[in-house]
């Protein structure tokens, strides 16, 4: 049976396939590509992951009473959707 992972932006489930695990590191949000990275762990669909960030879910996601610092990598992940979004228009 394979695990079922809810997304933090729009709640809708999906397989670890297709979502992006997200993990809190020194209090930054990073982006864990391999999946692996010990504790706990945010799941997030790539369109979604914008809404997530202002949805400040990732407060809630890791049990936090702040938004944490999202990370450069993260930034980036946001910047490229965006550059492909203009390409299609």
């Given amino acids: 049976m394979n695990p ?6 729009c709640r809708k489930t999906g397989s670890p396939t297709s979502l992006m ?4 590191v020194d209090g930054k949000v990073i982006f864990d ?7 706990r762990g945010a799941w997030v669909h790539r369109k979604c992951l914008e809404l997530a960030i202002d949805r400040k879910a990732f407060k809630w996601a890791f049990k936090l009473t702040e938004m944490p610092e999202i ?6 992940l946001l910047t490229e959707m965006d550059a ?3 390409k299609l228009k």
């Fill in 4 to 9: 079922i992972r809810s997304c933090i932006g």
């Fill in 84 to 86: 492909k979004d203009m």
């Fill in 21 to 24: 695990r997200m993990v809190l």
């Fill in 33 to 39: 590509q391999q999946q692996i990275a010990p504790g």
């Fill in 71 to 76: 990370s450069n990598e993260v930034t980036e």
